[in-house]
């Protein structure tokens, strides 16, 4: 399949999942004897983990038995991420309230945001990790993800705001 028609097959193959050319745009290039897909999603609203599992089924890696390296040439490898910048104006609004939260210890195992259904948790691991995690007020929690810096905390509570989840 040459790189213009696997781009025609995976936008096809989105287009029946419900997402249109304002959700994503997708580059295909070769790189050397592999082919790369990079998927840009340029909608916020869009999860990111949704749209891998449509499109995982396109990557193709071949590994060797023995070691599991990846063997060079016939691979397809397919990335998935959001445009770059694409958060920066959203978040704006919540920045000081991210960053209030992000350098004080004051909230260190408190809830920090909440809707019908879950509420956000906040913890300081140590003065460089610090984790949130989605709570639905049963005895299950969620993993969570870890949180670099008040960017990070800001896109969260932006998710958590608009999409309902603080997961991508």
């Known amino acids: 399949m040459t790189n213009k028609e696997l781009s025609l097959t995976i936008r096809k193959e989105l287009k029946k999942e419900g997402y249109t050319s304002k959700d994503y745009r997708i580059r295909v290039k070769d790189a050397g004897y592999e082919t790369a897909v990079h998927i840009y999603?340029?909608?916020p609203c869009v999860r990111?983990?949704?749209v891998e599992k449509?499109?995982?089924?396109?990557?193709d890696i071949t590994y060797d038995e023995r070691s599991m390296?990846?063997?060079d040439g016939c691979n397809t490898f397919v990335f998935v991420d959001y445009e770059y910048g694409l958060f920066d104006e959203l978040v704006q609004p919540y920045m000081s309230t991210a960053e209030e939260i992000y350098n004080s210890d004051k909230w260190n195992g408190k809830t920090i945001a909440k809707n019908d259904k879950?509420?956000?948790n906040y913890f300081a691991i140590n003065q460089y990790e610090k984790k949130i995690t989605e709570w639905d007020g049963s005895f299950k929690c969620s993993l969570g993800m870890f949180i670099r810096c008040p960017k990070d905390l800001a896109i969260a509570i932006w998710r958590?705001?608009?999409i309902g989840t603080i997961y991508s």
Not at 54 to 59: H, S
């Open 118 to 120: 879950t509420a956000i």
């Open 48 to 50: 990111r983990s949704e």
């Open 41 to 43: 999603i340029i909608n």
């Open 54 to 59: 449509i499109v995982k089924k396109f990557q």
């Open 160 to 162: 958590f705001k608009n």
């Open 69 to 71: 390296e990846i063997l």
